[in-house]
């Protein structure tokens, strides 16, 4: 490979692998997050008085994989749909997915960089995209782009995106739960793994594969950020999501004040430190995993206290659920709006000078295009290769093919 080429690997590398991940990987549960996704967006039509509006309602997922919750909303309640993802391959296995369950929407399907939708600016009434902006350093560019994008008067939906947690060490990458080695079992067991290791467990697989998992977006700039050109009208915080009994007993003990809670804070975790270290064999050494020294748990902890201390009041439930948030972790949801204000919607969302494949128009720009159309894949499609495909990649010995049902086959690792 040349010089030219390398470099060009190296500065998409995150787009690559994303599309390598979805050309590798089967993911069980896609009807049932596209039918959770489409109930939640209905949801909230109804709560916003949308209702009733729905024909001809344009619709953009952002970041949709193969969900099939687009094809339903063209399909039941007449909007118009683009479906939208950096995987020509997942559009496409989304599409063969609506096709088996009897939908027969077409909405538009186009792979884009979601750093730059392809899109006019006013151009959909309602803008969705789920577990995607962690995707990204750049969270700032693609909460500007989905901004951009929508029209005065339309909903902006964030599902699912994790926040920054200041109760943790970020000190490396988990396996997803059904695959924890030992010593991630251990920490996993002693209520201690969100925090000496990651606050959302399971992103060690995609990283593996050079795709960027950023858990440390902070929650008060997501929320400025949505403030500026839009305005929150739902926000919906689960803390207790990334919260143990442990980490629960901290906000429990707070009121002891700010130095018995960081001796308490301290105490657990160089208890707890020292009976997973116990634990440390060759497999964790392997994966690099590491706990923090002994001389960083005391300044954690009183950091940790600090702000457990600080706590806004339980009465004040807005701001008492955000700033646990912060200290905890949080997948959080949002429904934000764009002011009302009189606009000329465009003619068209997307211009005609992109190439479409397969169904699918291709919007990158030159150099990334050449790599990322399929025809110049050098893997093969795990959704829809052969059994004799798939042995020519991979040693039969390491997957088995199962069929789900008569009319769809696939891979399981």
Known sequence: MGHGNSDLVDEYRALVGECAWHSLTVDPSLEQVSAAHYDYVLSVLERRGRRSGTSGMKVLEVASYAHTTGYRLQQELGCEVTLSDISAKALQLGKRMAETAGLAACPQLVAVDFHALPFESNSFDLVYISSAIHHTWKYEMVISELQRVLAPGGLLLILNEPCHRVCSFYGFRTNRPASFTKFERVLNDLGVLRTFAEPYLGSRPETLFGMIENQTIPLRRLLDLLNSTTKIIELVL????????????????????????????????????????????????????????????????????????????????????????????????????????????????????????????????????????????????????????????????????????????????
């Open 238 to 413: 689960s803390p207790e999501d990334c919260m143990g009994d442990l980490e629960k007993s901290w906000v429990d003990n707070r009121s002891k004040g700010f130095e018995d809670l960081s001796r308490i804070i301290e105490s657990a975790l160089t208890e707890r430190r020292a009976q997973a270290m116990k634990q440390f064999d060759e497999t964790a050494a392997g994966m690099q995993f590491h706990l923090p020294p002994p001389e960083q748990l005391q300044p954690f902890a009183k950091r940790v206290a600090q702000a457990l201390c600080n706590l806004p009041p339980v009465s004040d439930q807005e701001a008492f659920r955000t700033a646990l948030s912060e200290i905890f972790g949080a997948a959080v949801q949002i429904v934000a709006e764009k002011p009302h204000r009189q606009f000329d919607r465009p003619d068209h969302t997307l211009n005609d000078r992109f190439e479409t494949k397969d169904d699918v128009i291709y919007t990158f720009d030159d150099r990334i295009r050449k790599i990322l159309l399929h025809d110049s894949s050098l893997l093969p499609d795990i959704q829809v290769a052969s059994e004799g495909e798939i042995a020519d990649f991979f040693p039969a010995d390491y997957w088995q093919y199962t069929a789900r049902d008569a009319s769809q086959s696939s891979l399981w690792g």
